[in-house]
């Protein structure tokens, strides 16, 4: 079975713009979950999506958004990109359960500039 | 909330050797999982062992065993016969009723040939 995926891989990007991040799930999985990874805070979790419906949130401001497709796959968005927003961006799918185990991408490595 | 503490940042084992990495935590649920992920320079986070809180038996797989002293809310990972492939950084996480994964600082594990 395919292990999660993320796109893209690399992404450098200037402050004030905007960007978005893609993960599709491994197959049969319904949820999926986003994290992101900096070297002063660690890792900090940003949102749940579950059957296309966010069922769970983060304290990160609103400029971080997601959605799910039908298909699972996901994306997140992030608007107005700050210096601080430089981070590893990891996707985690699971079949759904609550606690369930988690399954993580390669992530996305975003510079802003 | 849910706290996961690692309170080594670094630990250094001989090739062959064994050793112990150490996490506690901290939750009001009675229902969640513990888990060890491994992060290599590749940034990859790969699951390395899973326990679940009701079972009384100590999750192994392979050389990575657990020990898990629910009273004590203490989860520590065993490493036998360690390799040069084991060097990485290690998460300690939890998964609660909100499926959400808290995630301890991290600890980078190096193996010396």
Known sequence: KAGVTQTPRYLIKTRGQQV???CSPISG?????WYQQTPGQGLQFLFEYFSETQRNKGNFPGRFSGRQF???RSEMNVSTLELGDSAL???ASSLGGRPETQYFGPGT???VL | AQTVTQSQPEMSVQEAETV?????????ESDYYLFWYKQPPSRQMILVIRQEAYK?????ENRFSVNFQKAAKSFSLKISDSQLGDAAMYFCAQAGANSKLTFGKGITLSVRP
């Open chain 1, 20 to 22: 978005t991040l893609s």
């Open chain 1, 29 to 33: 999985h319904r949820s999926v979950s």
């Open chain 1, 70 to 72: 039908s298909n699972s």
């Open chain 1, 89 to 91: 961006y990891l996707c």
């Open chain 1, 109 to 111: 490595r975003l510079l």
């Open chain 2, 20 to 28: 112990t990495l150490s996490c506690t935590y901290d939750t009001s």
């Open chain 2, 56 to 60: 009384q038996q100590n999750a192994t």
